[in-house]
């Protein structure tokens, strides 16, 4: 049988006249795409027309939700009362099943986004709060979440599918944890190099860290971000040479 490993991306981070990204050329690339809903970026207008291309490519639409930040870009912790946060969560994926729905698409599950998702993965009341607005909305939808981190476990008790994520250009510690982004080397740019780590993920399950001692890591998905210098090479090289070993890419998540 076919090894298959869903390979996404963040998009619908665009904002009027500022561009971020190139979603159009990434969508051929991914199987699933973590769409902006308003708060850290995207526009009304933008996040449409990335759905409608999500759409037309068969990709499958999760909603990327986070702090409400958009001069930080969503990658500022905050420290938001559970019920804010709950009623943020909910806000914002109602948001994007509204704009999915006239794309012709629909939402298909919950990806956080930055400072949210990296406080989530170890931080209980925050996490639980995101948890209780996926269930309010639709218990069905899956949480994405860091490979190996808490959140996983304790949405799993709470009844949610859970998607473990690993991120094909950032860096690892020896612990699992994510090299800081104000660190050396935590974003990693050698499109062979990411390709090569991705393979050794799947083949071998985990990846060789910052400190140089190989990393178990057992992941359901491959994020690249879409905002990266280089995202297309990197998500194609990606696909290229995980299709040349046999490894479909394929979304976690069902199709319309």
Not at 85 to 104: E, S
Not at 201 to 218: A, C, M, N, R
Not at 220 to 228: A, F, K, L, R, Y
Request: hydrophobic share 45%; glycine share 10%; net charge negative.
């Amino acid at each position: 049988m076919l090894k298959t490993i869903d390979l996404n991306s963040d998009l619908g981070e665009s904002f009027g006249q500022w561009s971020m990204g190139d979603d159009a050329a990434i969508l051929t690339l991914v199987s699933s795409a973590n769409v902006a809903c308003g708060f850290h970026a995207g526009s009304p207008a933008g996040i449409l027309e990335t759905l409608k291309a999500a759409k037309a490519q068969s990709v499958v639409v999760g909603a990327h939700v986070a702090y409400p930040d958009l001069v930080g870009f969503g990658r500022r912790n905050m420290d938001v009362a559970s019920d804010e946060l709950t009623a943020d969560v909910i806000y914002q994926i109602g948001a994007l099943q509204g704009l999915a729905r006239a794309a012709g698409t629909e939402v298909r599950y919950v990806k956080p986004h930055g400072a949210l998702y990296n406080t989530i993965a170890h931080h209980e009341r925050q996490a639980l709060a995101v948890i209780d607005a996926i269930l309010a909305v639709n218990p069905q939808l899956p949480l994405v979440g860091l490979a190996g981190s808490p959140v996983l476990a304790l949405a799993q008790q709470k009844g949610l599918k859970t998607i473990a994520e690993a991120f094909a250009d950032r860096a690892y510690h020896a612990d699992g944890s994510l090299v800081s982004r104000r660190e050396a080397g935590s974003v990693l740019h050698d499109a062979g190099q990411v390709a090569q780590r991705m393979l050794q993920l799947i083949t071998e399950g985990g990846v060789d860290s910052i400190e140089g001692k190989f990393t178990p890591i057992q992941a359901d998905s491959i994020c690249v971000h879409g905002d990266s210098p280089g995202a297309i090479a990197m998500a194609a090289e990606i696909r290229k040479l995980l299709e040349s070993q046999g490894i479909a890419i394929r979304a976690f998540a069902p199709h319309d």
